[in-house]
């Protein structure tokens, strides 16, 4: 059956593409409900749509794996209907989740595979999401001249249509090349322009992160207070949406300001709570990073 002569599975992915980023849980269980009607009733494009959203909402709610899951399935099926469209918002989530798990080559085939396809069918925001996510790993592999090159022709696409989500994006990811740069006030101007935008929006877990980044320069300018201020903040930020990630990065952050100011008890607390969540969700490489913070901080005996 086709998709478009069911409206309650459009309405379901409707309702569950339109919450996936501020409501992830209930965008989950719209986009489940939706899965097992599409499923019922063999409508393959409904059923891609429904696996899409509950990639998405997975990759909000920290669950990568089973989101990989559903994408990949959605992939297949768009695939089959030689459908370009979906196939690149398919890749895009894809390189998220794969990022999120920290396998950076993958995200970043993931990414052009996106790109790819979203130029195939010249759909200018999409083809700007994904020059801001290769723009992004090419920064991880310190590949700055070709990172900047590529996020500054994404933000001109967004500025373009007037698009303050993916511009608020782009200007964090420019922030965090500029900071890998060691171009530390540049960077400084890109994440509160970033941060504006995200508070202007309502988005937490995103203004939480640029809150995180923010505090990371400012520990580089060796503005300690300010940057302490910006990690509790985003501290607050995850705790109010429960992302256990973001507690444990946001509690590792605040614990390398503490060791900056001489503060190693204060430090210590806050990577043992960082390395318990660590340890609760499985995350080898917050836990790698809390010991050796800890393993730092214990070899000097000279406490406070």
Known sequence: MPSDSNPNLQTLNKEAEALRLQEPERALELAREAERLAREQGDSKALAESLLNIG??????????????????????FTSHDDARGKSTAYQILGHLHREMNEMNDALLAHQESLKWAEAIGEKKSIANQLNNIATLYGMFADYTKALELLLKSLAVRQELVDRYGEASARNNIGLVYKLNHEYENALKEYQASLAIYESLNLKKEAAMVLGNLGSALERVSDFEKAFICHEKALNLYESINSLNGIATAKHNLAIVYERMGKRKDAIRLFQEALALGEQMKDKIIMANACLNLGKLYANQNLD
């Open 56 to 77: 998405a909402a997975c990759w909000r709610l920290e669950r990568y794996s089973e989101g990989k899951q559903a994408i990949s399935e959605a992939i297949t099926i």
